[in-house]
């Protein structure tokens, strides 16, 4: 059984919108930082989007303004919002809790991943 879990995606147009979203164990989200990465075809892994262990959000540059992170704790669900969907943003999203929370550094160690879901953006 997958301790993380991604739904959401499909298939959409340009400009159109998906929401991700992910659920996984409470251990997972009170421990780890939690983020969602994507890979598309022929390219390397990259992170897409993280909430940081202060609250704050990271976004790769090519996302800021079109996407958002959020996450529910009491439900150990994360969520992408992504608007204005463009090509280049077809790729497999990963949920991911890979980092450890400040608090338990030291303690416990964070490499958690789900099984990816497809997101394809057609023009």
């Known amino acids: 059984q997958a301790l993380l879990s991604e739904s959401g995606g499909g298939s959409v147009q340009a400009g159109g919108s998906l929401k991700l979203s992910c659920v996984g164990t409470?251990?997972?989200?009170?421990?780890?930082?939690m983020g969602w990465y994507r890979q598309a075809p022929g390219k390397e892994r990259e992170l897409v989007s993280r909430i940081n262990s202060d609250g704050t959000t990271t976004y790769t540059d090519s996302v800021k303004g079109r996407f958002a992170i959020s996450q529910y704790s009491a439900r150990s669900e994360l969520y992408l919002q992504m608007n204005s969907l463009e090509s280049d943003d077809t790729a497999v999203y990963y949920c991911?809790?890979?980092?450890?929370?400040?608090?338990?550094?030291?303690?416990?160690?964070?490499?958690?991943w789900g099984q990816g879901t497809q997101v394809t953006v057609s023009s």
């Open positions: 409470k251990y997972i989200f009170m421990n780890c930082e």
């Open positions: 991911a809790g890979d980092r450890t929370q400040d608090k338990m550094a030291g303690y416990v160690r964070c490499n958690y």
